[in-house]
């Protein structure tokens, strides 16, 4: 064993470090036991583990994709979904990871993400089992509260078979009937598996317009809290959005799909500003080739930042 004199003290006191705070999560994973995703057998619960759906249902690549995140937020910690984006250019691969606004949107948010791959359990299993590859740290590229997406750059490449999920810009929001899926990661649990279909006759949240959100109808599954931030695909298995929550007159029961609504940001309203990053080839080499900060805009699509605020005629990127 190596002693340490002075010299090696003062090397040590040289890298000191201070924890900002802790974050006690407890012996089970995830953070919380008080809802089970329940299999087909139980109708009384609408929530399906992907391992319960039966055979012939397309997952396109996505349960590689999908991981549920954990990370600090105002002295808490607080968990969300999200998945992988694939980008255009062949010569590299970047983990971009789509989730929600309302999840991370902050520096801080962001660096203290944990991304949790491959959490999935047998049928019935509520916790699952097993040391799940994960990743530490992001940054954030491009995040708004309109269309309530941010995509992360993740701080390391996830390990593993990964798959980086495709996506499509063309508008699906007003087209009724376009049937989508997901899998998330409800209240924590093992990913779950859900469909949906466009309803445009469903009502809408004040602020949450159509157009900037889809609006679904829930036909086989359901999402819950923990579920914000995932990826809804086509059925071609391409992103066109990601989750917010539910609108409707029954919210608290999150079966209840004829009173409520499923919202998802809609990709296509929101695209412009990620384009630079998913589409180097036509956005700038993985830049912003959009408007700065402080630049006079007009529209939160105009700005690097996503976001265009201030009075009408005098607005700027934020």
Same mark, same amino acid.
């Given at each position: 064993?190596?002693?340490?004199?002075?010299? +090696?003290?003062?090397?040590? /006191?040289? #890298?000191?470090?201070?924890?900002?705070?802790i974050?006690?999560i407890?012996?089970?994973? =995830?953070?919380?036991?008080?809802?089970?995703?329940?299999? =087909?057998?139980?109708?009384?619960?609408?929530?399906?583990?992907? %391992?319960?759906?039966?055979?012939?249902?397309?997952?396109?690549?996505?349960?590689?994709?999908? /991981?549920?995140?954990?990370?600090s937020?105002?002295?808490?910690?607080?968990?969300c979904?999200?998945?992988?984006?694939?980008?255009?250019d062949?010569?590299?691969?970047?983990?971009?990871?789509?989730?929600?606004?309302?999840?991370?949107?902050?520096?801080?948010?962001?660096n203290?993400?944990? @991304?949790?791959?491959?959490?999935?359990?047998?049928?019935?299993?509520?916790?699952?089992?097993?040391?799940?590859?994960?990743?530490?740290?992001?940054?954030?590229?491009?995040?708004?509260?309109?269309? +309530?997406?941010?995509?992360?750059?993740?701080?390391?490449?996830? =390990?593993?078979?990964?798959?980086?999920?495709?996506?499509?810009s063309?508008?699906?929001?007003?087209?009724?009937?376009?049937?989508?899926?997901?899998?998330?990661?409800?209240?924590? @649990?093992?990913? /779950?598996?859900?469909?949906?279909?466009?309803?445009?006759?469903?009502?809408?949240?004040?602020?949450?317009?159509?157009?900037?959100?889809?609006?679904?109808?829930?036909? #086989?599954?359901? %999402?819950?809290?923990?579920?914000?931030?995932? =990826?809804?695909?086509?059925?071609?298995?391409?992103?066109?959005?990601?989750?917010?929550?539910?609108?409707?007159?029954?919210?608290?029961?999150v079966?209840?799909?004829?009173?409520n609504?499923?919202?998802d940001?809609?990709? /296509?309203?929101?695209?412009?500003?990620?384009?630079?990053?998913?589409d180097?080839?036509?956005?700038?080499?993985?830049?912003? %080739?959009?408007l700065?900060?402080?630049?006079?805009?007009t529209?939160?699509?105009?700005?690097?930042?996503?976001s265009?605020?201030?009075?009408?005629?005098?607005?700027?990127?934020?």
């Amino acid at each position: 064993k190596r002693r340490s004199g002075p010299r +090696d003290r003062d090397s040590l /006191a040289a #890298l000191s470090f201070r924890v900002a705070s802790i974050s006690h999560i407890g012996s089970r994973f =995830p953070l919380s036991d008080f809802v089970a995703v329940k299999g =087909p057998a139980e109708k009384a619960f609408c929530s399906y583990n992907d %391992t319960c759906v039966e055979p012939g249902r397309s997952f396109q690549g996505a349960q590689n994709a999908v /991981a549920l995140i954990l990370f600090s937020s105002q002295g808490g910690t607080f968990l969300c979904s999200g998945g992988l984006l694939a980008d255009t250019d062949g010569s590299s691969v970047i983990p971009y990871f789509l989730t929600a606004n309302h999840c991370v949107s902050k520096g801080r948010e962001a660096n203290s993400v944990e @991304a949790v791959f491959d959490f999935t359990g047998s049928c019935n299993d509520r916790y699952g089992q097993g040391n799940y590859p994960r990743t530490n740290g992001s940054s954030i590229k491009a995040s708004n509260r309109t269309s +309530d997406y941010t995509l992360l750059e993740l701080s390391q490449t996830p =390990p593993g078979n990964r798959t980086y999920l495709g996506w499509n810009s063309s508008p699906v929001a007003n087209s009724n009937g376009v049937g989508l899926f997901r899998l998330s990661h409800p209240s924590g @649990a093992p990913q /779950a598996y859900s469909e949906h279909s466009v309803d445009t006759s469903k009502p809408t949240c004040g602020s949450w317009p159509r157009g900037d959100w889809i609006y679904s109808r829930d036909t #086989l599954g359901a %999402t819950e809290g923990g579920s914000s931030g995932s =990826p809804v695909m086509n059925s071609s298995g391409q992103v066109v959005g990601q989750l917010t929550g539910g609108c409707g007159f029954n919210v608290g029961d999150v079966c209840d799909a004829d009173s409520n609504a499923t919202v998802d940001g809609a990709f /296509a309203a929101y695209f412009d500003a990620v384009k630079p990053f998913l589409d180097p080839g036509n956005g700038g080499g993985g830049g912003c %080739t959009l408007l700065p900060k402080g630049a006079s805009c007009t529209a939160d699509s105009e700005c690097c930042s996503g976001s265009c605020k201030g009075k009408p005629g005098s607005k700027t990127c934020k």
